[in-house]
């Protein structure tokens, strides 16, 4: 059981190198969390010093790594929000389909914190981890651009984040004119909160700091501009439907989303549960994708489930060992073998989704 004075004056210890002072008297640490055995925390700068201050994030977990019994840290490095930045968001009807206006309109109180330039935000969720959630979304994603559309994706699964491993990016973000310039990988744009910390240490963030990181990395990534807005960003949001989940769903600007499910009974429930939730908060399920197909875990469940719940049945994905190698290896199968079986399964519930969205 680890102090919270401890870690407080552990991270005094370490020494800004612009003011002089220790990092919580010059105001730097945001949303800390101590609790038993971990610790973690937001190093909050000006977007201007984020690299130079990559060492002295390094400092903090060093220091936090040695207080006696201490086991797991999680530090991670982001630019301080601007006022204003993301307080007075454009309005942004020119270009959305009239379903996404309506969609809009159905919710109440629009979030304020919807990326610019973004046509649509789609979020891929599950109830129950493991259910590949994360690889549907990558190759979800891949199979979208694949259509001409320009996609984005957002890893804002704060338990695990998978996208660095399954688009083999790496790296701090680079920041131009005060905008994160995103990851480019197999046609799409890609942020994962993975890179705002090591990946190595188990993400321990709980609801403000987690929803904190994510609201930034909506909206202060670069997908679109002006002239090239991003038409689809898909947001990997973290499994389950507990109150982290509610706090991002809340707080992130979706348009609709597309729930992931293998077909056994207990997947099914939990995700069951995530339509519910979304159906709280107003964001429309545009539909469910059965994944794992086949004989190990059966099939056909997610269909039925989705005629129960009056929600669309995307499609089927076979439990396929192509599809977690290509993971594993960085590349989408929908991006490594674009006329394969898998990659025309997955074109099918991007018709779907694209047909749902009106683009
Ligand atoms: N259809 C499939 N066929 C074979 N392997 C799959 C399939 N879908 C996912 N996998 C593998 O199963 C594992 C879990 O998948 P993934 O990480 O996408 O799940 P997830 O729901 O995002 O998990 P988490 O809850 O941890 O975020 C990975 O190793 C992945 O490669
Ligand atoms: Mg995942």
Do not use: C
């Not at 890179?195 to 403000?208: E, H, Q, S, V």
């Not at 679109?224 to 898909?234: H, K, M, Q, R, S």
């Amino acid at each position: 059981m680890v102090e919270r004075s401890a870690v407080i004056a552990a991270l005094d210890a370490v020494i800004d190198p612009i003011s002089g002072q220790g990092l919580v008297a010059a105001g730097l640490v945001q949303g800390l969390v101590v609790a038993d055995d971990r610790a973690g925390f937001a190093l909050e700068v000006d977007r201007s010093q984020v690299a130079a201050y990559a060492p002295v994030r390094d400092a903090a977990e060093a220091a936090l790594k040695a207080i006696p019994g201490m086991s797991r840290v999680s530090v991670i490095l982001t630019a301080e929000a601007k006022p204003g930045l993301s307080a007075a968001p454009k309005p942004r009807t020119a270009g959305l389909s009239k379903a996404a206006l309506d969609q809009g309109r159905a919710r109440a109180p629009v979030p304020t914190d919807r990326p610019a330039h973004v046509r649509h935000v789609l979020a891929v969720a599950s109830g129950k981890g493991g259910v590949g959630k994360s690889t549907v979304a990558v190759n979800l994603a891949a199979a979208l651009a694949a259509r001409g559309l320009s996609v984005g994706i957002l890893d804002a699964d704060v338990y695990g984040p998978s996208l660095p491993t399954m688009l083999g990016i790496s790296g701090q973000p680079a920041y131009e004119d005060g905008a994160i310039v995103p990851h480019h990988a197999h046609g799409l744009k890609a942020m994962s909160v993975g890179l705002l910390t090591k990946m190595d240490d188990a993400m321990i963030w709980r609801g403000p700091m987690a929803s904190q990181a994510i609201t930034q990395m909506l909206t202060q990534t670069r997908w679109g501009t002006v002239e090239a807005p991003l038409d689809v960003l898909v947001v990997d949001l973290p499994p389950g439907t507990g109150d982290v989940q509610l706090t991002l769903i809340q707080k992130t600007p979706l348009d609709g989303a597309v729930i992931v499910s293998t077909p056994q009974e207990v997947a099914l429930t939990d995700a069951r549960r995530a339509h519910t939730l979304f159906q709280k908060v107003g964001v429309p399920t545009l539909g469910l994708i059965e994944n794992m197909s086949g004989p190990v875990f059966g099939e056909g469940g997610a269909e039925a489930e989705a005629t129960r719940l009056g929600v669309v049945f995307l499609g089927a994905l076979p439990l396929d060992a192509s599809l977690r190698e290509a993971g594993d290896a960085g590349r989408p199968l929908v991006a490594a073998q674009p006329e394969g079986e898998i990659a025309a399964r997955f074109a099918a519930v991007a018709t779907g989704i694209a047909g749902a969205l009106d683009i």
